[in-house]
T-cell receptor, first 118, second 115 residues
Framework: AQKVTQAQTEISVVEKEDVTLDCVYETRDTTYYLFWYKQPPSGELVFLIRRNSFDEQNEISGRYSWNFQKSTSSFNFTITASQVVDSAVYFCALSEAGIRNSGSRLTFGEGTQLTVNP | NAGVTQTPKFQVLKTGQSMTLQCAQDMNHNSMYWYRQDPGMGLRLIYYSASEGTTDKGEVPNGYNVSRLNKREFSLRLESAAPSQTSVYFC??????????????FGDGTRLSIL
């Protein structure tokens, strides 16, 4: 069975601090996909990034960066120079490889509530 | 620019009442999903439909039924609502994998309270 653990329930930082959100996953599949979603106070879920199990390159997008390490089954998310607008719940999620033209189910972590204070 | 549309946005039911949550997507996606979000538990998959004409159970299907009405619409029905079904319900859709799992696009959610 697949499992995603986000051990940090809540994190509070002051604006401009860097913050890392941890994600650890379990799966028996050799091919799988990892995702991060953001849920701002308005409640919608916003897709941030997808990573497949064969691509361990770290990725940077503006102030966001992701560190994928298969050896430790982790897919951590770092926000550099945090801003108040980054305040949200962040979810890490895992999916098995889907059959062609079929969907695939997401297993979510419990989420990390990030609060960035001015 | 609608994406995934859920109706209603809010609903209050009494125990034992029935209700259907509606979901429609205009992105020509093959796959659709229903999740529930409870405090401290992330999102859990209730049912999904990999393609039109198919539905499958997810992690927490008990007490729910679904209908994939056509490619655009995927409804979730509570036949006899229970207080334990108080939650925020999210519908999502995704494009065909084409060998790569596509991200799911989510609706804005339905807040359902059962008294």
């Amino acid at each position: 069975a697949q499992k995603v653990t986000q051990a940090q329930t809540e994190i509070s930082v002051v604006e401009k601090e860097d913050v890392t959100l941890d994600c650890v996953y379990e799966t028996r599949d050799t091919t799988y996909y990892l995702f991060w979603y953001k849920q701002p106070p308005s409640g919608e879920l916003v897709f941030l990034i997808r990573r497949n199990s064969f691509d361990e390159q770290n990725e940077i997008s503006g102030r966001y960066s992701w560190n994928f390490q298969k050896s430790t089954s982790s897919f951590n998310f770092t926000i550099t120079a945090s801003q108040v607008v980054d305040s949200a719940v962040y979810f890490c999620a895992l999916s098995e490889a889907g059959i062609r033209n079929s969907g695939s189910r997401l297993t979510f972590g419990e989420g990390t509530q990030l609060t960035v204070n001015p | 620019n609608a994406g995934v549309t859920q109706t209603p946005k809010f609903q209050v039911l009494k125990t034992g009442q029935s209700m259907t949550l509606q979901c429609a997507q205009d992105m020509n996606h093959n796959s659709m999903y229903w999740y529930r979000q409870d405090p401290g538990m992330g999102l859990r998959l209730i049912y999904y439909s990999a393609s039109e004409g198919t539905t499958d159970k997810g992690e927490v299907p008990n007490g729910y039924n679904v209908s994939r009405l056509n490619k655009r619409e995927f409804s979730l029905r509570l036949e006899s609502a229970a207080p334990s079904q108080t939650s925020v319900y999210f519908c999502a859709s995704s494009a065909p994998t084409g060998g790569v799992n596509q991200p799911q696009h989510f609706g804005d959610g339905t807040r359902l309270s059962i008294l």
